[in-house]
C-alpha cells in the first residue's frame, strides 16, 4: 500500500556509486562531443515571434539550437526555429481530459539526449517526456512525490539520468530516471533548525490524481512538518559534478553535495526577500549568479570559504529569471516576473543600466534561454502574452547608449561644471593640455589610480572649470552692478564715473559709450559746471525712512484718506517744481545742473522739496524749453507718489496709467506750463545748432545702441543707460522692451545677491509694472496685540481672541491713522503718543514687561 | 570612485551644485569659493539618475531628480535636511529630463520619458501636485525638456490688478523622433503641440531654450546623436516662424547644448568629452570663442589628472 519507508545509507549509496562510475568519462569529453553535435555552424536567423495558444510559462532549447520546448498552464508544444518563423512540430499535450499533470511550472531539455524532456507540474509531480515513443503520447515517467507546485527541474549537466526538482513544498528531490522513485530528498530547512539530519526518506505514493483521498498523504504530512523554505531554483554546476545550488523564499541559496543529503555544504542569506533563480556561470567555476525580489542580480564567488558578492546588479523590477550570457563572461540575461516585460542584459560590472533591453513582450516574459550555448547573439522567450520569441541582440535597444554620460552645467560666474566619463577622461589625460587653455579645473572628484581595476567600470569625473575675466565670466556684471552710479548727480558726472568704472574693468567698448553718451547729451567745457542741484542730490532724505517703515497696506480706511490728501498736495507741489526742472533739464548752458530725472526719487522728497521749488524759483532765466517732448512731467516722476504713501496694489497704479495728470487744476497747470516757456525755444535755438545738433538727432543711434547691448546679453549696460539717460531716450524705446530689459536685470542682479543695486533699480525705473516690484515683495507680519498669534485675516479684528489688534497702549482707543507697535511684544499704538511714553520709559506702555525697542 | 555622472546643476544663486549618477544616487555640493563639500546624499532613486533641477528659490530649496527607475522624485530642504517631499510614478518607462518652468509660473514641474511622454506636476499646495500628461510627445522616447522663458502677451500693466497676468506657458522637448516639439498650454489649460521642428538626422539630445535676457527674439539651442547641433530662432511675435541656423557639426555625439545666464555664450559638450564655448558674433555668425586665432588652442576643456578638495 502507499507509504513511506525509510531506505538505509547502503542503497543510497549504492545508487550514487553507479552515478561516480558513469563519471568516469571526463565531464568536459562530454560537454565537448555535445558542442560538436551541435555543428559548428553559426546559426542563422532574426528577430521574430510567433503567437501560442496559452501564456507560457517557461521554455527550453534542444541541445541542436534548432527547437523549443514552450510549457505553461495550457500549453506544451515544440516549435522549430528556422530562419523567418517558428514552425509547431509537436504538441505534447495529448488526451482527451487535460490532466493537472500537463500544468507546467517548468519545463527543461535535456542537454545531452534530444529526446529527453522533463516538466515540473504545479500539483507537484514531475514528467519526464520521451520523444522518442513511437506512440502519442510521449509521457514517460511520473514522480508524484512533491506535495506542492514544483517550480524547477534540472537535468544533470553531464549525467543522462539524474534529475533535480524544486517545489514549493521546501524539498528537493534527485531523480534517477531508472528509477521509479526519487533517490534523495534534500530540504531545503536550515540544518540546524531541528529537523533530523542524515535521515533520507523515500516516498512512494501513486499518482494524486489517482490516488485515494482519504489516504493520502499520510506521511507526507509528517515530513511537512516543521516545514521548510519553499524551493525557487535548483541549478546543477556546470563544473562540479556533485554540486548543486538551490534558493530559497526566505532569501537564503544553498550549496549541496549530492551525495550528501542529511546537510547542506553550506548556506548563506543571499538576497532580502525570495531568491526568485539561480545560474551558475558556463566557464568561470565558482560563479553563481542570483536574482530576488528586492530586484537585484548578486554574483558570488562560491570558490572562497564563505560566499563572496563580486558583483551587484541593481534592476527595477524583481529579478524572475537569471542566465549568463555564453562567450561574454561579464553579461547575463534577467527577466521579471511583474511590471517590468522586458527582458535586460547587463554588463555586471556596469550594474544599473542594462546593456541591452528587448522590448517585443506585453506581459510578464515567464522564461529565457540562450539558444546555443556557444552564441551570444540569440535569445529566445516565452511570455504571459502568449508569445515566443526570438530577439537578436544587434536588434536590442541599448539603455547605455541612451544614458547620457555628461553632465554640463552653466554656473552663475560664467563657469562651468562639467562631470563626463571618466574612461573618457583616461584617454584623454594621455594628452597634453593645451598651452593657453585658460579654463583652470579647479576640483577633481576622483584621482585616476592606475592600479584600479576600473577597465570597463563607468565612472566620471566632474570637474568645474572658471572661466578668466573677460572670456565670458560674469565678475564683471558684479563689479559694474556695484560701481555704477545711476543718478543723484549731473548726467556727465555719471557718464564720466561710468565710463571709468567700465574701463577700469578693461571694458573699453561700455567706456566709449559712456563717453560719447556725455558727448552727445551733455555740451562739452561745461561738465564740470557747479550744481546747483547737487545740494539737492545729496539733500537729506530725512523722515523718508521712518514714512516708508510702515506699511499702511492693512490700516484703517480713514489713513487711506489722509495719506491720499497728502499725495494730492505733494502733487501739486513737486509738478509745478518738475515742470521748471524739465524745461530746464534741456537749455544749453546749465542742463548739467539740473539732472532731474536722475535724481533718485526720495531726494525729492519730504523737506527737501520745498527748497528746490525755491532754487527753481531763484533761477527763471534757466527755464528755456526747447524740446516740446521734454515737457512730460508726470511721466518723468511717477515713482515719486508711490514711494510717499505706499499705495495698497497695482490697481492705484492703474488708476494713474488711466489718467496721468492727475487731476484738475494740477493737470490744467501742467498743460499750461508748456505755452509759458515756449516762448524761449526761438530765442536760443539758433545758439544750439551752432554747439551741436540737438540730442534729439541721436536718440535713434541711441536706442540702437542699447538694443544692441541687449542683445549682446548685457542687459545690464541697457538697462543702466536707460536710466542715467532718462525722459531722453524712453520715449524712443517702446514699454514693453523696457519693462523686459528691466525683469531681465533685475533678476541677474537678484541671481547675483546684488540685492541694494536691484532695489535702486526697481526704484529708479520709470516703468510702472516694475515699480510695483517693490510692494508687490514687502510683506508684513502682524501679530496681534492680545493673543501674540498671527493675524490672519485683513481686519483688525484677531481671528482668535475676537479681539481688537490695533488698540494704542498709551491712550486705550482704536488707532486710526499710523501705528507704531515693538516687534517684540506686538504692543503699540498712536505714534505721537508711544514717542512721548518712550520718552519717559523703555517698557512697554500696556505693561507686559517688554522693554520695547523701536528702529 | 565616483560612478558615471549624468548630469550636474548649479542653483539659482551659483551656490551650489547637485550631481546625479548612475550609483542611484544625488548629491549636493556646496560649491562657494571654489570649495566642494558634500551636504546632502539624497537616495530614493532604484535606478541611474539622470537629471536634476534646482525649482527658483522663491519656493526654497527644491530639487526635482528624475531616474531610469520611471520615478521623479522631489527633493526639499527643511529645517537644514534635505528630504522627499514627493515621488511622481507616472511613467512606464526611463525618466529622462526634467525641467522647472519660470517662477512666474507657480512651482511646475515639465519630466519628458522614454515612453515617449512628458508629464508635466504642478504644485497645487498643501504637499499636493497635480499631474497632467501629454501621451506620445515623440515616439520611442523623450530626451530633453526645457521651457521658454516666461512672456506675457502685452504689457504686465495691461493686466487687471490682484491677479496673476496671463502668461502662455511654453516648452521645448526633443526625442527620439529626431524632432524638437514646441508645447503651449491652451486657455483650458490642456497642453498642445505647437510647432514641430525639423533638422536632425538622429535622437535629440538636449534642448534649450535661452534666457531672453534683453534678447528680442526667441531662441532655442537643440543638439543631436548626429553630431550638430542648431541654433532655432523665432522673430515674429506668433512664434510660428522657427528658422534653425546650424551652429557646428560635431564628429561624434553631443549630448548637452547649456546657454550662460545672459544667453550670449553657448556650452556644448560632445561625445568627444570636450566642452566648446560658442558666441554669436556681429554679423549674425556662431563662432567658436577662444579658438586657435586667439592663441588659445582648442577651447576643449581637457580633463587632466590632479585633484584638490578631494571628497
Known amino acids: 500500500g502507499p507509504g513511506t519507508h525509510c531506505v538505509d545509507w547502503g542503497t543510497y549509496r549504492a545508487s550514487l556509486q553507479g552515478l561516480t562510475d558513469r563519471k568516469t568519462t571526463d565531464p568536459m569529453e562530454k560537454m565537448s562531443r555535445v558542442t560538436t553535435a551541435l555543428g559548428g555552424s553559426a546559426l542563422t536567423g532574426r528577430t521574430m515571434h510567433c503567437h501560442l495558444d496559452a501564456p507560457a510559462n517557461a521554455i527550453s532549447v534542444c541541445r541542436d539550437a534548432a527547437q523549443v520546448v514552450v510549457a505553461g498552464r495550457s500549453i506544451f508544444k515544440i516549435y522549430a526555429i528556422e530562419d523567418e518563423q517558428f514552425v509547431e512540430k509537436l504538441n505534447l499535450r495529448v488526451g482527451r481530459k487535460p490532466s493537472l499533470n500537463l500544468s507546467c511550472a517548468d519545463v527543461v531539455w535535456h542537454q545531452m539526449d534530444e529526446n529527453l524532456l522533463a516538466t515540473a507540474a504545479t500539483n507537484g509531480v514531475v514528467v519526464t517526456w520521451n520523444l522518442g515513443r513511437p506512440s502519442r503520447n510521449k509521457q514517460d515517467q511520473l514522480f508524484t512525490e512533491h506535495k506542492r507546485t514544483v517550480n524547477k527541474v534540472c537535468f544533470h549537466p553531464t549525467e543522462a539520468h539524474v534529475l533535480l526538482s524544486g517545489s514549493q513544498d521546501g524539498f528537493m528531490k534527485c531523480f534517477d530516471l531508472r528509477r521509479k522513485d526519487s533517490v534523495s530528498t534534500f530540504s531545503g530547512e536550515a540544518p540546524e533548525a531541528g529537523r533530523a539530519g542524515g535521515e533520507v526518506r523515500w516516498v512512494h505514493h501513486r499518482p494524486p490524481d489517482t490516488f485515494p483521498e482519504s489516504t493520502k498523504r499520510v506521511g507526507e504530512d509528517q515530513l511537512g512538518k516543521g516545514q521548510s523554505e519553499s524551493v525557487r531554483d535548483v541549478q546543477f554546476s556546470i563544473r562540479d559534478y556533485f554540486t548543486f545550488a538551490s534558493t530559497f523564499e526566505n532569501g537564503n541559496v544553498q550549496l549541496w553535495d549530492i551525495r550528501r543529503p542529511d546537510r547542506c555544504e553550506r548556506m548563506f542569506t543571499a538576497h532580502n526577500g525570495p531568491v526568485f533563480c539561480c545560474d551558475w556561470h558556463p566557464e568561470d567555476r565558482g560563479w553563481l549568479a542570483t536574482g530576488g525580489r528586492d530586484k537585484m542580480v548578486k554574483v558570488w564567488d562560491m570558490t572562497t570559504h564563505r560566499a563572496k558578492e563580486v558583483h551587484c546588479v541593481q ?96 554656473g552663475l560666474f560664467g563657469d562651468l561644471a562639467f562631470a563626463a566619463k571618466e574612461s573618457l577622461v583616461a584617454t584623454e589625460s594621455g594628452r597634453k593640455p593645451y598651452a593657453g587653455d585658460r579654463r583652470h579645473p579647479i576640483f577633481f572628484k576622483r584621482k585616476l589610480d ?19 575675466p573677460g ?47 556725455r558727448i552727445i547729451y ?18 537729506s532724505s530725512c523722515g523718508l525712512p521712518l514714512m516708508n517703515s ?18 494730492s498736495k505733494g502733487d501739486t507741489r513737486s509738478d509745478t517744481v518738475l515742470l521748471d526742472s524739465s524745461a530746464t533739464l534741456i537749455t544749453n548752458e546749465d542742463n548739467e545742473e539740473t539732472e532731474g530725472s536722475d535724481v533718485p526719487a526720495d531726494y525729492l522728497l519730504g523737506d527737501v522739496e520745498g527748497e528746490e521749488e525755491e532754487l527753481y524759483l531763484l533761477d527763471p532765466e534757466h527755464a528755456h524749453p526747447e524740446e516740446p517732448e521734454y515737457v512730460l512731467p508726470q511721466e518723468a516722476f511717477p515713482l515719486r507718489h508711490e514711494i510717499v504713501d505706499t499705495p495698497p496694489g497695482p490697481e492705484h497704479l492703474q488708476d494713474k496709467a488711466d489718467s496721468p495728470h492727475v487731476s484738475g487744476s494740477e493737470a490744467d497747470a501742467a498743460s499750461l506750463a508748456p505755452v509759458d516757456s515756449s516762448f524761449s525755444l526761438i530765442s536760443i535755438s539758433h545758439a544750439l545748432y551752432d554747439t551741436r545738433l540737438p540730442p534729439d538727432f ?31 531716450v524712453r520715449k524712443d524705446i517702446d514699454e514693453q522692451t523696457q519693462e523686459h530689459w528691466y525683469t531681465s536685470y533685475i533678476d541677474l542682479l537678484q541671481r547675483f545677491c546684488l540685492w541694494n543695486v536691484s532695489n535702486q533699480v526697481v526704484k529708479l525705473s520709470t516703468s510702472r509694472a516694475i515699480s510695483c516690484l517693490n510692494q508687490a515683495s514687502t510683506t508684513l507680519h502682524v501679530n496681534c496685540s492680545h493673543c501674540k498669534r498671527p493675524m490672519s485675516s485683513r481686519g483688525w479684528v484677531c481671528d482668535r481672541c475676537h479681539r481688537c489688534a490695533s488698540m494704542c497702549a498709551v491712550c486705550h482707543h482704536v488707532v486710526k491713522g499710523l501705528f507704531v507697535w515693538c516687534q517684540g511684544c506686538s504692543h503699540g499704538g498712536h505714534l505721537q503718543h508711544i514717542m512721548k511714553w518712550l520718552e519717559g520709559s523703555s517698557h512697554c506702555p500696556a505693561g507686559c514687561g517688554h522693554l520695547c525697542e523701536y528702529s | 570612485m565616483l560612478p558615471l555622472q549624468h548630469d550636474a546643476q548649479m542653483d539659482y544663486y551659483g551656490t551650489r551644485l547637485a550631481t546625479c549618477s548612475s550609483d542611484r544616487s544625488v548629491k549636493i555640493f556646496d560649491v562657494r569659493n571654489g570649495g566642494q563639500i558634500l551636504i546632502a546624499d539624497l537616495r530614493g532613486h532604484e535606478g541611474p539618475v539622470w537629471q536634476v533641477a534646482w525649482a527658483h528659490p522663491m519656493y526654497g530649496n527644491i530639487l526635482a531628480s528624475c531616474s531610469y527607475d520611471r520615478k521623479v522624485i522631489i527633493w526639499k530642504e527643511e529645517n537644514g535636511t534635505w528630504e522627499k517631499t514627493h515621488e511622481h510614478t507616472g511613467h512606464d518607462s526611463s525618466v529622462n529630463s526634467v525641467c522647472w518652468a519660470p517662477h512666474d509660473y507657480g512651482l511646475i514641474l515639465a519630466c519628458g520619458s522614454s515612453d515617449g511622454a512628458i508629464s508635466l506636476l504642478t504644485y497645487t499646495g498643501e504637499g499636493q501636485w497635480e499631474v497632467k500628461k501629454i501621451n506620445n510627445a515623440h515616439t520611442i522616447g523623450c530626451n530633453a525638456v526645457s521651457w521658454a522663458p516666461a512672456v506675457v502677451p502685452g504689457s504686465l500693466i495691461d493686466q487687471p490688478s490682484g491677479q496673476k497676468p496671463n502668461y502662455i506657458k511654453k516648452f521645448a522637448s526633443g ?40 534678447l528680442p527674439t526667441s531662441t532655442i539651442a537643440s543638439c543631436s546623436q548626429d553630431g550638430r547641433v542648431f541654433i532655432w530662432t523665432c522673430d515674429d511675435t506668433s512664434g510660428n516662424t522657427w528658422s534653425p541656423k546650424l551652429l557646428h557639426k560635431f564628429n561624434d555625439v553631443v549630448w548637452h547644448v547649456s546657454w550662460s545666464i545672459t544667453a550670449n555664450i553657448l556650452a556644448v559638450s560632445g561625445g568627444d568629452n570636450k566642452v566648446t564655448l560658442w558666441k554669436e558674433s556681429v554679423d549674425g555668425q556662431w563662432v567658436c570663442i577662444s579658438d586657435v586665432n586667439k592663441g588659445q588652442g582648442s577651447v576643449s576643456a581637457s580633463v587632466t589628472e590632479g585633484q584638490q578638495n578631494e571628497q
Open chain 1, 315 to 410: 534592476t527595477i523590477a524583481s529579478v524572475a529569471r537569471v542566465k549568463w550570457r555564453p562567450e561574454c563572461r561579464h553579461h547575463l540575461a534577467t527577466c521579471s516576473m511583474m511590471v517590468d516585460h522586458n527582458i535586460y542584459v547587463w554588463d555586471v560590472r556596469r550594474p544599473f543600466v542594462p546593456a541591452a533591453m528587448f522590448e517585443e513582450h506585453r506581459d510578464v516574459t515567464t522564461g529565457i534561454a540562450w539558444r546555443h550555448p556557444h552564441d551570444p547573439s540569440f535569445l529566445l522567450s516565452g511570455s504571459k502574452d502568449s508569445t515566443l520569441c526570438q530577439h537578436l541582440f544587434r536588434d536590442a535597444s541599448q539603455p547605455v547608449e541612451r544614458a547620457n554620460p555628461e553632465g554640463l552645467c552653466y
Open chain 1, 450 to 468: 592606475p592600479a584600479e581595476p576600473f577597465v570597463g567600470l563607468a565612472s566620471s569625473a566632474l570637474s568645474v572649470f572658471e572661466i578668466e
Open chain 1, 471 to 517: 572670456s565670458g565670466s560674469m565678475s564683471w556684471f558684479v563689479d559694474t552692478a556695484e560701481r555704477y552710479a545711476l543718478a543723484g548727480r549731473p548726467l556727465a558726472e555719471l557718464c564720466d564715473h561710468n565710463a571709468k568704472v567700465a574701463r577700469e574693468l578693461g571694458r573699453n567698448q561700455v567706456a566709449q559709450t559712456w563717453t560719447m553718451l
Open chain 1, 522 to 539: 551733455c555740451s562739452p567745457g561745461l561738465a564740470s559746471a557747479t550744481s546747483l542741484n547737487h545740494s539737492v542730490g545729496k539733500g
Open chain 1, 550 to 567: 510702515f506699511n499702511l497696506k492693512d490700516m484703517a480706511p480713514g489713513l487711506g484718506s489722509e495719506t491720499r490728501l497728502d499725495r
Open chain 1, 698 to 728: 541721436f536718440s535713434a543711434l541711441v536706442c540702437d545702441m542699447l538694443r544692441f547691448y541687449a542683445e549682446q546679453g548685457d542687459v545690464q549696460m541697457a538697462v543702466s543707460v536707460l536710466i542715467v539717460l532718462g525722459e531722453r
Open chain 2, 175 to 214: 526625442g527620439c523622433d529626431n524632432l524638437i516639439k514646441l508645447w503651449k498650454e491652451e486657455e483650458d489649460g490642456q497642453w498642445k503641440e505647437e510647432q514641430k521642428l525639423e533638422a536632425h538626422s538622429d535622437w535629440v539630445r538636449d534642448v534649450a531654450w535661452a534666457p531672453s535676457i534683453g
